[in-house]
């Protein structure tokens, strides 16, 4: 099966010499305040098949104000459009592999259930998994070029079965049936040995391969230990995983299936997220989680060296992937301070050029900020990750209020990638720390597991010690702090504002979890496979963790909260369902506490449409200055903002 590589971000996190002078000249002239509008006037563009005559990229991208498919040519023109919906977001897979027809992917406007869709010679688009309610995803090519592969939870609700579909009539064939509830993680090229997944906890996995010649299941790994399935060699002779075995971190492995050996390939001092050949085999492909950002290698197969790659002068190579004939190579390059434009790359020429220019011409890139990796010390002496940014403007002499922001998860990672949300604050003057709280992915698996069955208490502690950090910079306001986070991190907003009431000015709670107990009893049935997995993390809220998990839910203890919130949710969103939102806003409103809520009713679990972003955004700003910045805030015996008053449709 033909391999997808992953389109992952990058970003610097240290400053050279030649940065701080920068800096410096930064500092003595005025910085410029953007819009929101001038922010999101930024494009957002992703994936990048070529087409079979390597004359065209197939990409994904929201100029539109929502993600539509688009067509540009590989040595740089004008996108063409290929979808022109204006509600329903439709992404780009990939080019068929003998002509021009495109295979896209769409749900209904954040529910997730994602269908498959052919865009035709002619123009037309067909769904071609049209079974209501039921999952498809896009798992590759055949080798001979006449089908496709793809899973699909139609025959059970809970499971993937695999599905190998004609692309001549678009009939299937179910090719693995999954009766075991094991995540299908990938499958040779000869269709004989499907690669699977079980569960066992949020960080540990078993790996087998099931052969299906022989009918024999094996098992990969012999210790509890995190492993995860990367791609089976091109003469189908071997198989290639990561594991964390005896190891902090995860490193790359080999099982040989006519002796049975398992040999080492590459170990880094962090985590390697991925690797996989390219289609030819010629390459393999390494992506490596460098203190939360991405180092991609580019190895030749047989010496298992790395290539040269382009030098982008400060700015990193995000993600890569090949044509099928391996001679062309597409680029995603950017940083905390750029967003990653599309680059093509010859690898005979070594011709190059660049497809995209995603930032807004209006933006003086000069004005945004490269973020800074900073460690201190927690509550228990335990060393805390977190990615910094500090508005060129602040200073010791004009001190500026601050955000902690937490990420999603639990085990999630804010990395060094740019984000427009992020940088329209610190335009506008609020420092921003992006804590990576125990219990965060990407520094070993024994921080990483440090927050099981701990949540809303030492992982709190781990952001309050974040804003006492903040507090000690001489360019914050350290009486001006509030925290922000979305879906876990929307948790931990409202935990602090529940559990540490005192600690933060504000809170802005982006879709998060606020009653654990109906939060895992709703779980969709497609996460099945990872459901005991979270139960063994958070609770299970069937058994006497009901207590623990009743304990950590906010909506039980709103009386407790007296700081302004402000809460953002989709009516869509299947995993932090509106009820949810619905419930903290009121029980926090009995307060008497400044609330205001946000809904959008055509979005899920994060908001995709630029309109919906630009409203989520201009809210959230206005929140800050009122409550945080106090600008424009009401006078003794006025009655405050509406807005901030009433729920916001």
Known sequence: MKTKFLTLCIA????????????????????????????????????????????????????????????????????????????????????????????LSADGNGDEIDHLFVREINGDIKDITPVEGAKADFYGWSKDDKHLYYGSNKRDPRFFDVYKMSIEDYSSELLYQNNDGMDFSGMSEDENYFALSKTINTNDSDLFVYDAKTKETIKINDNLSGNSVQDFSKDNSKFYYTTDDGSEFSYLMSYNFETKEKKKEIEKSWDIMGSGFTSEGTYMVVYVNEDGKNAIEV?????????????????????????????????????????????TYNLNTKEQHKLTNVLNDEINSEDLVTAKVIRYKSFDGVEIPAIYYLPHQASAESKVPAMVWVHGGPGGQTRQNFNSLIQYMVNQ??????????????????????DDKNHGEKDLQDCVEGKNWLATQPEIDGNKIGIIGGSYGGYMTMAALTYAPEEFDVGVNLFGVTNWMRTLKSIPPYWESFREALY???????????V???????????????????????????????????????????NGVPVEYVLFEDEG?????????????????????????????PLDGETPSKKIETESN
Request: charged residues 25%.
């Open 299 to 343: 190895l030749d197969a047989k010496t298992m060296k790395p290539i040269e790659l382009p030098d982008f002068e400060g700015k990193s190579i995000t993600s890569v992937s090949f044509s099928d004939d391996e001679t062309w190579m597409r680029m995603y390059v950017g940083g905390s301070n750029a967003p990653s434009d599309l680059y």
């Open 429 to 450: 003057g609020y420092a921003v720390l992006a804590v990576n709280n125990r219990g965060s992915s990407g520094y070993g698996k024994t921080f990483y597991q440090m």
């Open 548 to 590: 623990r998990l009743k304990k950590i839910s906010p909506l039980f203890h709103t009386d407790k909260v007296t700081k302004p919130l402000i809460v953002l949710q989709g009516s869509k969103d299947p995993r932090v369902l509106q009820v949810e939102s619905d419930e903290i806003v009121a029980g926090v409103r009995k």
């Open 12 to 103: 610097l996190s240290m400053f050279s010499c030649k940065e701080d002078k920068k800096d410096q000249k930064i500092a003595q002239r005025e910085i410029q305040n953007y819009t929101i509008n001038q922010f999101m006037d930024n494009e957002a563009v992703g994936g990048g098949s070529f087409s079979p005559d390597n004359s065209n990229l197939l990409i994904s991208s929201n100029r539109s104000g929502i993600y539509n498919a688009y067509t540009i040519p590989t040595k740089g023109g004008e996108m063409t459009p290929i979808t022109a919906s204006d509600s329903t977001s439709y992404f780009a897979n990939a080019y068929f592999p003998n002509d021009n027809r495109m295979l």
């Open 536 to 546: 063994k993390e958070l609770g299970d809220p069937f058994s006497a963790d009901s």
């Open 605 to 633: 679990h994060g908001f995709i449409k630029k309109e919906n972003q630009i409203e989520a955004y201009s809210k959230i700003i206005e929140f800050l200055d009122i409550h945080l910045k106090k600008e424009n805030e």
